[in-house]
């Protein structure tokens, strides 16, 4: 026998139990499974209500968004706390943290140059916000746990379970036809807050005008210079009118970016949480994991990809038209 | 036909789009991986700039996916 310590090894007969448990109630697995049907599931696009607040409605995207701040703010002060202990070699999440900020760091040193200092924290919020809400979508029970109201035009039939509800599949042949009116709303208690477009659509108008932010307190006012380009119209006047019409485009293009912002992020995770319903209702046992595998790296990447176009945007409107206004210095 | 099937239709001719998509980010993966290749030095800003150009190209199949969703889920 070695001398090596045996690896704790109880994690695999934990999973091994989960797997079993999972055929056992799912299928009728040699006939001694509970064979419990799973739910198609029925999408809904707007975030649904919980409960109110006066006159403010909460919203189930809402809660998610305040674990996602709650998790980041228990994240915040195990850093503060191994910080001011003066740990040298930082372990666990807490390294893996410092990891992402030193790649994040080096990255916007080598787009936004100067800036970096000023742009950098932008960068960082909106990668860490964005990626912790997407990665709220795998904890177990988000979007699964929820409230029953019965209403009209309701999707789910329910049989009680004890003191707890569960959703059944409706019987044969009734959810084909158009008949029953009566059913249940099914209100989660959390879901993602990126598959919320209000989310997603404030966070791209921060991002927007952050942008503008930043050209204007780099370039002060010739930075209006890029929307409204007259400087070229008298002096080269086919040329000139062509840049100002560039010009005007580049408003639209401003515009869209929020657009292309907001809808990359909700288009993806809200695609993402569908993906994993679907597949859930199709194959309720081994084949989720593999997609929330897919939704870790696409979580991952949207959060980056909404970060670092942010950042880039960001540093390009430091540096503006370089090009340009050496050639007009010229002439 | 009824509204059912024409929104069903719409949704799928929607996602068409998405082939453009699918050839754009196949070339920019191509195009970067053999950047890699000839310089692997690079490696970093290579990889910076491919999922820039891959977040970009993926827009348009998003565009499309948004759609799909609509006139699935809202109308």
């Known amino acids: ?331 | 036909m009824d509204a059912t099937a024409a929104k069903l239709i719409g949704a799928g001719l929607a996602m068409i789009g998405a082939i453009g998509a699918g050839a754009g980010i196949g070339i920019v993966a191509s195009g970067a991986v053999q950047a890699m290749g000839r310089n692997p030095d690079a490696t970093g800003t290579i990889q910076t700039n491919m999922i820039l150009g891959i977040a970009f190209a993926e827009a348009v199949a998003i565009y499309c996916l948004v759609v799909a969703l609509l006139i699935l889920f809202v109308f």
């Open chain 1, 1 to 331: 026998m070695t001398d090596t310590p045996k690896p704790k090894v109880w994690g695999r007969w934990v999973v091994l139990g989960a797997v079993i448990l999972g055929m056992f109630l799912f299928t009728g697995f040699f006939g001694i499974g509970l064979g419990l049907k799973p739910v198609q599931p029925h999408v809904v696009l707007p975030a649904e209500p919980l409960f109110n607040l006066g006159s403010f409605q909460v919203t189930n995207t809402l809660t998610a968004l305040a674990l996602a701040d709650i998790l980041i703010i228990l994240l915040a002060v195990a850093i503060s706390g191994a910080v001011k202990k003066g740990e040298l070699i930082l372990g666990g999440i807490i390294g893996a943290v410092e990891w992402i900020l030193e790649v994040l760091h080096g990255m916007t040193e080598g787009t936004a140059g100067k800036w970096t200092k000023q742009i950098f924290p932008w960068f960082v919020t909106i990668f860490l916000i964005v990626l912790i809400a997407n990665w709220t979508e795998m904890i177990p029970g988000v979007e699964t746990v929820g409230l029953l109201h019965e209403g009209e035009g309701g999707h789910y039939q329910v049989e009680q379970w004890g003191p707890l509800n569960s959703i059944v599949e409706p019987a044969e042949g009734e959810h084909t036809g158009e008949a029953h009116t009566t059913g249940y709303h099914f209100y989660p208690f959390l879901r993602p807050v990126s598959t919320d477009i209000n989310f997603t659509l404030a966070l791209a108008i921060v991002a927007v005008v952050m942008i503008q932010y930043f050209g204007i307190k780099s370039q002060g006012a010739s930075y209006f210079n890029k929307f409204w380009n007259t400087s070229t119209v008298f002096s080269k006047p086919i040329f000139g009118v062509i840049d100002f019409a560039v010009g005007l485009l580049e408003i639209v293009s401003e515009i869209s970016k929020i657009i292309s912002f907001a809808f990359r992020l909700f288009g993806n995770i809200f695609a993402g949480s569908v993906l994993l319903f679907v597949i859930g209702s199709l194959v309720p046992v081994f084949a989720q994991s593999i997609f929330y595998l897919l939704e870790f790296f696409v979580g991952a990447i949207q959060a980056f990809v909404f970060g670092l176009l942010a950042m880039t945007f960001m540093a390009q409107a430091t540096q503006g038209h370089g090009g340009e206004h050496h050639e007009e210095a010229h002439a």
